[in-house]
């Protein structure tokens, strides 16, 4: 075979069967397997280290969430160097796109698309370039400038020790036994970063925090 080595990774049969023939009917690229789960993927492509892997987002719940189509895609570039993954789903929902995205996949493509598209996203991913269908990319441009839009709010430095101490489990006590400052004083800041928030209780500022990377 000297085509391009391509894993199939789909949990529905007939799919999978589809898109095997699809890809074998193209002279130029090789399907050297078929995966049903995201743990046979992973396991498939560090045994035989092929090109690409034409992978699935939802996989059986029974497998473990930990092998879906995102985790399995993480895994597979983590340890099989030179193996790219380009995403083939029915999903196009901004999380997955995003999930699959962060995970390395080197492009997302709809299983409505038509085959030419497809076969020239494998044939392209391949050769080093990041294939979106046409809607996943108005979307991530989308979802890249509301994401411009918010302004991240500002906490002072004590306003950021306070918290970090509050997510550490500490009450308002022990804060401000640990910050030499009055315990009015860490409540009269902990207001100042509920309001910068737009929060009401301590926990959701602490969640929010790490949401938007300030602690």
Do not use: C
Not at 63 to 84: L, N, Q, S, Y
Not at 85 to 113: F, N, P, Q, R
Not at 193 to 214: I, M, N, P, Q, Y
């Amino acid at each position: 075979m000297t085509g391009i080595r391509v894993i199939v990774a789909d949990d529905h049969p007939i799919v999978r069967s589809g898109i095997a023939g699809l890809l074998s009917l193209a002279d130029d690229i090789d399907v050297v397997a078929e995966a049903s789960n995201g743990r046979e993927a992973v396991a498939l492509a560090q045994e035989l280290t092929p090109d690409l892997v034409l992978m699935d987002l939802r996989m059986p719940v029974a497998d473990g969430p930990e092998f879906d189509g995102a985790a399995a895609t993480a895994r597979i570039i983590e340890t099989v160097p030179g193996t790219r993954v380009l995403i083939l789903t029915t999903y196009e929902t901004d999380d997955h796109i995003l999930g699959a995205i962060e995970a390395g996949a080197s492009g997302y493509l709809l299983k409505a698309a038509p085959q030419e598209e497809i076969l020239a996203g494998v044939r392209s991913v391949v050769g080093g370039q990041t294939v979106l269908a046409p809607g996943i990319a108005a979307k991530l441009v989308s979802r890249m400038r509301q994401d411009a839009a918010v302004p991240r709010p500002r906490l002072s430095e004590r306003e950021l020790d306070v918290l970090r101490l509050v997510a550490a489990g500490n009450s308002n006590a022990s804060v401000a036994g640990r910050l030499f400052i009055s315990e009015a004083t860490v409540k009269t800041h902990l207001l100042h970063v509920f309001e910068k928030l737009g929060v009401s209780d301590r926990t959701r500022a602490v969640t929010l925090a790490l949401e938007l990377g300030l602690l």
